[in-house]
């Protein structure tokens, strides 16, 4: 069986894979209407996806998720996961989702073999969520969690993103669920993507995060959630069903179990989400390369891979938004 080693011997298992850049949300952090989106024939179709994934997983790549711009926009994602499906090696497939059409599109997803997904949520109320994400409904997003939840998908985590004096008075809220409604909950530091004093401001370091949660709500326990690949660090309260987890990309860094590389949806490989480094892998698939050739150009890409991104003072991320590469 193949692995994909790279560099600094890291074995990568994981692809992260943007099927659109447009999103049906405008999150203050994220501004995806900003720019010109891609058009019909830049993007990647399901079927050349699928070809760059059985490379991938011929190199040893099992585990994919699927993301965006918001994926639940692109028509028929339950075919693409049908598709990755059927590729040999390839045992895991989860989704990000805003969860706005999560309900509407829960079944055909689950019916394509879907077993879990992430879902953003960053407020409670309803004015303030719609002020974060530029016109979001709550509602929806709400009944997708419970669609989910009773649909079985498991496990269900939702995504919060604590942002200064925006909806950092709700920290405790989103933690108190994991004890009232047994909820998955993480919590994601803000990445200052657009570049701005004013914006790295905004950060609250995960520690914190953390401080705020067990100041008000008492200790937590460590326990490990074996259903996921990324960075997280999970905790539960004492009795509790649901969990509480803390990715700090900006200042822990975590470079060093970094497992994964992703596909943007124009067609080229990210080796990092914090660099500008990308390697174009839809010219060469449609000039007609064979999956030895796209194997290779993986490989190009993995070894591409830096020991670590730079400190959030450094950043300094001039080519993509995240919703151009896919959060
Ligand atoms: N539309 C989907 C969603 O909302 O989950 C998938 C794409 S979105 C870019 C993926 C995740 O990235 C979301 O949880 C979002 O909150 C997060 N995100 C976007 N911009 C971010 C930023 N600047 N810092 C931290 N997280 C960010």
Not at 229 to 237: I, R, T, V
């Amino acid at each position: 069986m193949s692995s994909l080693i790279d560099t600094y011997h890291r074995n990568i298992n994981y692809m992260r894979i943007s099927i659109t850049d447009r999103c049906n949300m405008r999150c203050i952090y994220c501004n995806s209407h900003l720019a010109p989106h891609l058009t019909h024939d830049e993007i990647l179709r399901y079927k050349e996806i699928q070809k760059i994934v059985k490379a991938a997983a011929g190199l040893g790549v099992k585990n994919i998720r699927i993301t965006g711009g918001e994926p639940l926009v692109r028509p028929d994602v339950g075919a693409l996961i049908e598709l990755l499906y059927l590729i040999d090696g390839i045992n895991d497939i989860s989704l990000t989702t805003n969860g706005i059409f999560l309900a509407k599109y829960l079944d055909e997803l689950k019916e394509a073999g879907l077993k879990r997904v992430n879902i953003s949520l960053d407020s409670f109320n309803a004015d303030k969520f719609k002020y974060i994400t530029g016109g979001g409904n709550l509602e929806d997003v709400l009944r997708g969690i419970e669609a989910a939840i009773e649909a079985g998908l498991d496990p269900v985590k939702i995504n919060m993103v604590p942002i200064k004096g925006i909806n950092d008075d709700e920290i405790v809220d989103f933690a108190r669920k994991s004890i009232t409604d047994g909820w998955n909950v993480r919590y994601i530091e803000y990445m200052p993507f657009a570049d701005s004093a004013d914006d790295k401001k905004k950060m609250i370091g995960i520690d914190e995060i953390r401080d705020i949660v067990t100041n008000a709500l008492g200790p937590m326990e460590t326990c490990g959630i074996t259903t996921g690949n990324g960075p997280a660090k999970y905790y539960k309260f004492k009795n509790s069903k649901g969990t509480v987890g803390f990715i700090g990309a900006m200042t822990h860094n975590f470079c060093a179990e970094c497992n994964r590389f992703r596909l943007t949806a124009d067609g080229r490989l990210m080796p990092c989400l914090m660099r500008d480094d990308e390697i174009d892998i839809k010219g060469p698939l449609r000039a007609g390369a064979s999956i030895e050739e796209l194997e290779e150009i993986i490989k190009k890409a993995v070894l591409l891979k830096g020991e670590k991104h730079p400190d959030s003072d450094k950043l300094d991320l001039k080519k993509r938004q995240m919703w151009q590469i896919g959060g």
